[in-house]
């Protein structure tokens, strides 16, 4: 087993504009998640990016956007173009099995916390979906 050596140097700020469960953060999160991060004199990659410049991605930004893109054709979420709140269930379960394969593919390869969001991600949105089907059952639909 290999030997994990700890670096004293290295920060990790979250930046992203989602929370693990996929949904977007309350501003008193994003808030707090800067109170918890205090600058250290470096201006964070969104302040250096161009104005207009889509944020830089990461494995968990990835799942983040694929997990929300599942959110609003699950109707828990509104579209964020047209801000109409529509179920579109093949396209959610589409999306839900698409990180399904991620997952499967990448099983190994992701650091702990990459692999926690995945595993938690996907568990809430297999949860919903299930939900969502029962309620559509018991209304005939």
Same mark, same amino acid.
């Given at each position: 087993?290999?030997?994990? @050596?700890?670096? @004293?140097?290295? &920060?990790?700020?979250?930046?992203?504009?989602?929370? $693990?469960?996929? #949904?977007?953060?309350?501003?008193? +999160?994003?808030?707090?998640?800067?109170?918890?991060?205090?600058?250290?004199?470096?201006?964070? /990659?969104?302040?250096?990016?161009? $104005? #207009?410049?889509?944020?830089?991605?990461?494995?968990?930004?990835?799942? !983040?956007?694929?997990?929300? &893109?599942?959110?609003?054709?699950?109707?828990?979420?509104?579209?964020?173009? &047209? #801000?109409?709140?529509? /179920?579109?269930?093949?396209?959610?379960?589409?999306?839900?099995?698409?990180?399904?394969?991620?997952?499967?593919?990448?099983?190994?390869? !992701?650091?702990? +916390? +990459?692999?926690? !969001?995945?595993?938690?991600?996907?568990?809430?949105?297999?949860?919903?979906?299930?939900?969502?089907? +029962?309620?559509?059952? @018991?209304?005939?639909?």
């Amino acid at each position: 087993m290999k030997e994990h @050596k700890e670096e @004293k140097d290295f &920060t990790v700020r979250d930046h992203r504009s989602f929370s $693990a469960e996929g #949904g977007e953060k309350k501003p008193q +999160e994003q808030a707090q998640s800067a109170r918890q991060n205090p600058s250290d004199g470096t201006r964070p /990659r969104e302040e250096q990016r161009p $104005a #207009g410049a889509p944020p830089d991605l990461d494995f968990s930004s990835f799942v !983040l956007s694929l997990a929300t &893109t599942a959110q609003v054709s699950l109707g828990s979420m509104p579209h964020p173009e &047209t #801000g109409q709140t529509a /179920r579109d269930l093949s396209a959610a379960k589409q999306m839900i099995d698409i990180l399904g394969m991620l997952a499967g593919k990448t099983r190994g390869n !992701l650091s702990e +916390e +990459e692999q926690t !969001l995945l595993d938690q991600v996907l568990f809430n949105l297999r949860m919903h979906y299930v939900r969502v089907m +029962e309620e559509k059952k @018991k209304s005939g639909g």
